[in-house]
């Protein structure tokens, strides 16, 4: 059975410019999700909704580290959305410039709708798949049921937000729907974060499953 190893990372975007930090509710997710890549060695890992970068490049630190054979793809417009609020150019511009210093030849942004990417990706093809757009429930379980088919065979899907409540969020509902069908493991802190496995496991589940307690309290505090 695989290990499960923490690392102690330095996250080199947050040096290049603090702001890919301040907006995002994401932060409290960032080792978990360095650890996985470095456990879990996706071969292509797709985000859809990236903003400030916070989430795609603390993946990407993770491949750069680990020197991975993965390919790394950010999907966005860079205009925002209901619950981000529109933004400006800037914020691509920054993030764009991040990419290619720090992450050259692996990390891709396509400036372009959820919708109109999908014709980039083979069906199966998608080791990693994280969804974290438009919050509303009709929005997430459009994303998710539009980019399924694009994940391979033990394949993960990674949800934000399936704590919050209010605010128009939905991200929770269709979250209790998927692990009433699919082996799952979540975290309930920085507004959740859910790890979905619809498209069976293998040995590192199990490695997963088995600590999860631990690794749950672990993670919730870094
Ligand atoms: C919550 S933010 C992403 C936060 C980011 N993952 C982080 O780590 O902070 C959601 C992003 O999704 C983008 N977005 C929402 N719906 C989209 C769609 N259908 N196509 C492309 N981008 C979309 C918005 O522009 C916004 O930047």
Redesign the pocket.
Known sequence: MTDWNPFSPTFEYEHIDARTLQ?????GHRRFSYDLIRFYRPRLFV??????????F?MCQAVKDGALPTSCYA???????G??GQ?NNE?YDTISSISSTLYPHFSHLLR??????LEQFEDGSIDLL?I????QYE?VKH?YETWLPKVAPNGIVLF??ISIHGFGFGVWKLWGELTAQYPSLEFAHSAGLGILFPKGTTDQYDTLHLQWAELRQKYANT
């Open positions: 907006h995002s509710a994401w932060v985000e859809l909704g990236t903003h400030w970068g916070a989430s795609f603390s999907v966005d417009t860079w205009v925002g959305d619950h981000t933004y914020v372009t709708t959820f919708d109109e990417a994280h974290d757009g438009f919050h929005a994303d934000h937000d």
